[in-house]
């Protein structure tokens, strides 16, 4: 059983400013899940009965069984998921010699979350390993922008930085 203030806690990393806080974002969905889970750590997963069994065996954190009620009260999506999970956001450092010899792809103020993560998506396809993003683009872990990358977060390293600065650099 997962209590009200858990329920309260993950639904509040909706918001950017938790997100930050906490360093952690929201997976939903078996799919992303089993795409994600073993690059990032969890802090916090839980899975309906039907979609236990199959979430527990992707990760060592201990999986939380929780109601389709207790999930609709913690996501984002129209549609409840059957799984999700609060991942901790890498700590990833521009490495200036390894992406100047490589595809960078870099955003200027996308700002809808689902084009973001659409992008990511695009880019991981590409073998684009490196996105670098001004700080008017949308939040990359947005639930939104996690849910349109299908999973591509897990492949693709992406920075905020002053793109001007850093794009004169690389050149």
């Known amino acids: 059983m997962i209590s009200k203030n858990q329920i309260k806690f993950v639904y509040s990393f909706g918001k950017k400013k938790t997100r930050d806080e906490h360093q952690l974002f929201l997976a939903e969905g078996v799919k992303i899940l089993r795409d994600i889970l073993p690059y990032f750590e969890a802090e916090f997963v839980c899975a309906t009965e039907e979609a236990y069994g199959e979430i527990k065996s992707l990760t060592k954190t201990h999986v939380e069984m929780a109601t389709h009620a207790e999930i609709e009260k913690m996501t984002q999506l129209q549609s409840p998921p059957k799984a999700l999970a609060l991942l901790k956001m890498p700590q990833r450092k521009l490495d200036f010699t390894s992406i100047s010899k490589s595809l960078v792809l870099a955003l200027d103020g996308v700002q809808d979350p689902g084009n973001v993560g659409t992008i990511l998506r695009i880019a ?25 990358t299908m999973g591509a977060i897990a492949r693709v390293s992406v920075s905020y930085v002053d793109l001007p600065s850093t794009l004169q650099t690389l050149k």
């Open 124 to 148: 991981d396809w590409f073998g684009i390993n490196t996105v670098l993003c001004s700080q008017q683009t949308a939040d990359v872990y947005n639930p939104k922008t996690i849910q349109a």
